[in-house]
Structure formats: structure tokens, C-alpha cells
């Protein structure tokens, strides 16, 4: 899948396509092995599965890549591979899904949870419950002492049946299972769950069922006792009130990693429905929890960013969201599959933005009267303007999964089509500094898919190396019993923060390709927002590629995946500043440059300044409204060692956009 705009004028279509090293440009691929050998990006599943992945050695973003066979890779029919959470002897355990995501009918008869163990390479299935039509799906997984709590969900279609809806997974003699408990929750419509950090209670959504609406509860978890078992008890409840014409169904929960003591924070993802067979719109509100009483209360109004898709005119929904380490919330927006801006309401000397102004909660107020209304259209919740917009989020599509990596603070958005943008957070006086990290594109396309089937992912945790896991989602929507690969990837995340130089060839006649997102320029720039507060632009802004029309857009350089252009927010291309990149030269020598460059037709005089080495070469770039490689007029000299290639705009220059350059030894 592709980036949501097309950005088209004079002939030109500047958002599509297959990326990554033209034909020649890479060593042969190495042998898949069976041992764990991680690259940045590494793909795990089933031996043979991996497609046309098997053959390449980059991503289409200029990342390496492996691919690692686990014996014993299966998942059972009719269940999809969806979140995944890291034991703490480092078993990664994914959550079993149906096949059809909105859970209206069941597609298998048994309810499991994979289990793989990276360092040995060794892959197992857990069971839960009985076997037999029916079986329900498995929502979350959340590492607790002594193991890994899990939620389940029946299909709506699906009659009741004998599985939990909540337990805990927990490893005996080297074997793991479900764990006796004392006491139990009674519902089988549980679809999230959160920890919270002070009183460690635990946060569950209901996603409620036919016309009743969801609701929250809270669970205190002790255990495991000296016979392993657990003991669940239930220590509060908040149940969304009905409302005239909508359902609401809770999806999804986290926490504020700040919470204080007898005040912790989190918030909630709601599907507002209106009527039967419709896509619900999405919603965030944010909550207290009281743990000595079990008191949970609403502390803002059901929230909504209030601008609009420009497009279709429809307000924006709330899509993914994160509380960040500083307590900062931050919620994606999006209009079906098309996204927005990324928005980012911050918290201020122990203040959290939504409890105040337009945001809050308004006591004494009929939960119908929290609508946000315009041009004949209206939307339940009110409008919450953030007090950031990072601008970049706008040239992918929606956005709908956030994770933060603990080690570099990383704040990892992951899009549809499978590429992650990574954005670090501080702060700065009284505001907030943003830099960007380097995108990638996971390849996603180059693993097999069969035309109806679909595909999707879910971040997952950041394990002790540093690597951040997530699922590679598959299904066949609608069809019960169907067997389908699943796939596991494994992203270093520090490569994405700081990308290790290029090694650029000593041989002449090789050439290297160098992506244009691959920079190690991260900076932002803040500027009075048209929405929100602020604006937040990255210096480095990139457009997705997508795949078509073939003859004139940025992916048809002859190599499979789809990647980046570096471009502007205004879609007109590069029209200043500079990037860098890091290159490590073997032994000091010359190299002829080439760029996969695209203007537009009326664009006359672009030209692009190459510096490294201390010297500078200029070469002129216009294409005339195609994407062109176009040949530096003179090659280039380079001392040995690492080395800084630095790409400006010189004066009246700008008006480019750039997929990779190429340097060839000669």
C-alpha cells in the first residue's frame, strides 16, 4: 500500500512506487540461516514463506535486511498473528486473531497464543481453552509477574462457550500454559489492556456487545501462590451510558507513565457507531483511577482534533494514541484509510492539557451534548485542539499504532502498508523540541499476499537489545478455517535514530545506492500552526511512494518495494535548506554521482550542490515533469574514513525531489 497524496502538476505524479537500488547496485543475497543473524530489519516465519523478500539484502528505505526460518512456524487455521508482548525469560508471545477484523464472525475452532524463542529459534503454539467452533480470538497480552495476561473476544456471530476472558499465561517445567486462578471476569467482550504504574492494577476495555455499550474495568491481579495459581478480583467499574441513536465500544487503553498515587491517568479509544453495517467513528477521553477505592472517573470530554479531511470535508477521527515518558499524549487522526497530521497535547508542570479549557470534562452535561458540528455535518465529541502538529504524518497513511522504544525515546508511528516514522520528544523550557529519525519501509508488499487477502501489523514491545517486534498480519476476511503464513519483524531501533555511514565500494565499477530518507539530518522547525498551536516540519520531510501511474512516478527505478522521496510539506519539492549522510570510504578515490531526480515541468533551473570532503560540485537537475538519473557532470573525490555528504539547494535551486543517488568507484 501506498502514501495517501499524489502530488500532481504539469504532467508530473510525484508519490509512487517501487524503491530501493537499481539492478547491478547490490551483492548477491546471502543464504537464509537458521540461526538468529539480525540486520536492521529482520523477517521471521516459516521456511519458504518469505516471497520475493528472500532475494533482497536492503529494504525499500535502504535498510539491510535478513530473514530468519523457524522450525515448527504455524499458526493454526483461521487465526492471524496479531499482538505481541516479551516474557520476561524472553519468549515472545503473539495473541491468535481472527481472520475478520471487526470480530463479527468467528473463523477457527481454537483459541491459541504462538510462542517464540528468538535466541533458540524454537516455535510453539499454546493452547486456551477448548477446542470447537467458535473459538474467540485473543485481544491483548500484557507481561505481569509470573507471566503474560491475556484478553479474549467471541465473535459476535459465535455462541458462548467455555474460554476465559481474561487469565494469565504462565511457564511450568519449561512448558507454558494457562494458570489456575482464584476468581474471574465473567465477560467475553474484552478487547485491551493497560498497567498502571503506581498501584499496578490493571485497565481493561469492554467492547460491549449488540446494543449494550463497553465499559472499563479494573482488576487487581496478585500471584502466582506457591501452587502457581493467580487471583483475580475486580475493583472497579465505569459503564459508558447510552446514547440516543450510538453505541459505544471501548478498543483500546493506555496509561500515563507519570501517574501519581491515587491520581493515575489513561485514556481511552471508543467506536462511536451509527447504526448497523456503518464505520464508526473514533474518539479519545481521558480518565483517573483512585486505586484505594477503584474509583474511575472521566477527567476530559470525549475528544475529536476538529479539523477536517480536506478532501471529503469529514472531521477527522482520533485514531492511535500514546502517553509518552514525559506524560505527553499523542493521538494519529484519521478519515477511513487516509491519515493526518499527528497531534500532540502536552503536559505542563504536572498538568495534563485535557483536564483544562476546551478539553475538560463539562460536569452536569448529558453525554449527547458532547458533539462537535459543521457544514451540516456532525460528530460525537468535542473539539480539542492540540498544542502540536507533526506536519510529516500528513504524507502517509493513517497512522494506527504508537509505541515508544525506553532506551532512545524514540516515538515509533506506525502506517498502513507497514512503514514506521520515528520522532524523539524533550522538552525545552516551557515547550517541547521534536527530531525525526530515518523512515522505513518494512517491505511489507515483497511478502506473498494473494489477491483478497489482507494484510496489516502491530507494533509490539522493544526487547533488551534494543530491537522493536511486530507482527506481519495476514487473513482472508470472511472465510473460516484457511491456513496463511505469518510473519514476525524485528527492527533495530537505534539504526532508526542514527543510521550507521554507508560503505561505499573500493572496487571500480561497483556502485552503492544511497536513499534519499537514509539521512542523519533530524532537525524540526516550530511555526504558528493553522490548528493546532504549533507546527512541527521536519527538515527531512519525505512523501511515501506509491504504485502507479508506472511511466512517471518515483517508483519505477526497476527494483521491488515501494520507500520514499525527499520532498516539502508544501508539495512542490526541496525548495531549501540541506541534508547529510554518512559514508565510510574503504580507501580514498573517485566516485561518479547520479540522482533519481524529478521536477516539475515548469520547473527550469533546479540544481543540487554536492559537498564532501571539503569540495562542492553543482549540477543542474530539471527533468521536465518525469522522474529522471541524472548523471553528475564530474565526479567526485573522497578521503578515506567515514565521511559527511552534504545535499543543499543552492540559491534559485530549489524545486526537486530526490529518491537516491548512486556513487560509483572509478
Known sequence: MGGKRVVAACGLVVAVGLTAAPN???????????????????????????GAMAGETVTPSGQDVARVEVPGWHFPPGVQAYRTALAADGTLLIAGFSHTADLSAPTADRTVVGAYQP??????????????PGAPSVTDLLPVEGGVAFTTRRADDAAPGAWPGFGVL???????????TAGSVDHDDLHDLARLPRSRDIVVARYGRGESNGSLLALRLTGPDRQGRFTIAVMGEYRYPVLDGERISVRAIQADP????????????LDVYRGRGQFPHTVVQEFSYEAPSGAIRPISAPIVPGDRNPEDDAFYASGAFLYDHLGNLWVSRMDGFQGGRLAVYAARDGRRRLERGECRLRPGWAQHRYHTSGNGKSVWGLTCRPDYDIVQADDVLTIEDLAQDPRTK??????????????????????????????VDLGRKLLPTVVGNVDDHRLGPVDAEGRMWMAAMHARPGQAGVSLDQWLYSVDVADLVAPAPVRLPDTPGRSV???????????TDTRPGRWAKLEVDARTYVHTCLDWPTPTTCGYDGVAGNGFVLGDDSGYGVLDG?????????????????????TFAVTKDARIEFSAGGRRHVDPVSTGGTW???RAADPVTLPAGRQTITLSVPKGGGGWYLNWLTLQRL
Not at 507519570?258 to 479509544?269: I, Q
Not at 544511497?514 to 539530518?521: G, I, K
Open 119 to 132: 535466541a533458540k529459534g524454537v516455535f510453539r503454539t499454546i493452547g486456551i481453552g477448548p477446542v470447537g
Open 24 to 50: 547491478g547496485h547490490r551483492p548477491p543475497p546471502p543464504e537464509t540461516r537458521k540461526e538468529p543473524v539480525y540486520a536492521t530489519v529482520t523477517v521471521h516465519g516459516r521456511a519458504g514463506s518469505f
Open 578 to 598: 540541506s541534508v547529510e549522510y554518512a559514508v565510510d570510504v574503504p580507501v580514498a578515490g573517485q566516485y561518479q554521482v547520479s540522482y533519481r531526480v524529478a
Open 258 to 269: 507519570t501517574g501519581r498515587d491515587g491520581d493515575e491517568r489513561f485514556a481511552v479509544g
Open 170 to 180: 504462565s511457564k511450568v517445567g519449561g512448558r507454558w500454559r494457562v494458570a489456575p
Open 410 to 439: 524514540a516515538v515509533l508511528a506506525l502506517s498502513f502498508g507497514g512503514t514506521v516514522l520515528p520522532i524523539r520528544v524533550d522538552r525545552a523550557g516551557d515547550g517541547l523540541t521534536f527530531r525525526t529519525g530515518t523512515p
Open 513 to 523: 545506492t544511497v536513499q534519499a530518507e537514509r539521512t542523519r539530518t533530524t532537525g
Open 628 to 630: 529522471r538519473t541524472v
